[in-house]
């Protein structure tokens, strides 16, 4: 099941760390270790690939490395830089480009009860060779955002143009302005280049608080990644810049869900009249929704409207940990699952955005929990790494481990076993 596309290192890859400003080292002697929940433990050598290019490595302020000692033969917490005594040693996690997905988090100890890390995923790196490493697997070789593909001069000219062509479409204007040169969105810039999948938001209220919502935090959680849209487009401006999108684009796709706004659902009726008017244009091109599936009578309706896809996230399948983190408000996870199979009943296409976390999403109980889902019909699973300070979000969700966990890798091969016909990636498929 897993092509071998990078090499692995020859020995296992030291631990890296940096000081306070910022500069990394790799340690003298200790390897790097990973994280697994809360078990801090020792990768094998195929877990590690070289760190992929669009990748970037983060220092984790006040949080302190776990390295193994290979002397002691145990694990040892690195507080002090040892090229440099008395000075502090801080974690270094990477957060891998799109289309990798994690095999073990970064392991670290904090120096006191921290707020929270900002929303990225934090997998465990180390270095070997002149290289950095880090553990993890190719999970998509669709190259829709690959940054050697994003030419940063000929976006900004065809952003240009997309405002020139739009002029007065409120939604280009938020797509260039906001999306491509505020956040860099590789959805958005896809969409000004005229290329596979594009970004509609609609949607400026959500009916969940989840503790990684990337748009709308609490007082005490990690800072915001993204504005959230203030405006809903008209069915009108939707069709005019998607229209186009769907009739030319290769690997045509446009997404109701995204980053910067609540949730979609809550906009039915405009989304429903906005793939009416598309399709009265044209027949071409994937429409889907990526969603939290909590309404399943809106879910009908959106695919009666001709909708082909929908994308449900998931952090847990187990309703304990779904509660802790979605924190939905007038839905359940078994709505989420009367989503699925009226999705499916109609002859609608489903993919788990699956929130992959080591130590939560490969635990056997967990395991058991997701089968039921996809039993429901589900065709593909994007293993998405989970954006959220690890430490933080276990605390959140009073993670109780339960223990034997399969691995990452473990998890695809049993499911992909159990359900012959289930595809696995990182991206939303097109289907037409
Ligand atoms: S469902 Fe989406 S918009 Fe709503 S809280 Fe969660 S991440 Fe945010």
Known sequence: MWPRLYPHPERLPRLVFADAEGRIYDHPKFLAMGLSGYDVVLPEREDFIPLPQGSALYVLPDRHPIGFDPEQEKPVVLYENPYSPGEPAFALAAYLAPAHTQLYLCPYVESKRLPPLPLFSYAACGFWRGRFWATAFRSDFDHRQEVRFFDEKRIEERAKAALNRFSGNRLVEHLVVNCVRRYRCPAARNFVLGRFEAPVPTSSSCNARCLGCLSSQDEEGPPVAQERIKFAPTPAEIAEAMVPHLRQAPRAMISFGQGCEGEPLLQADLIAESIRLIRKETARGTINLNTNASLPEAIMYLREAGLDSIRVSLASARPHYYESYFRPRGYSLADVKESIRRMKRLGGFVSLNLFVFPGLTDEEKELK????????????????????????????????????????????????????????????????
């Open 369 to 432: 929990a997701l089968e039921e889902i996809i039993a429901l019909g589900v065709d593909f699973i994007q293993l998405r790494n989970h954006a959220i300070d690890p430490l933080w979000y276990l605390r959140k969700i009073n993670f109780k481990p339960e223990g034997n966990c399969l691995g990452v890798k473990g998890l695809v091969d049993h499911l992909a076993k159990t359900f012959p016909r289930l595809r696995f990636g990182y991206f939303n498929p097109p289907l037409r």
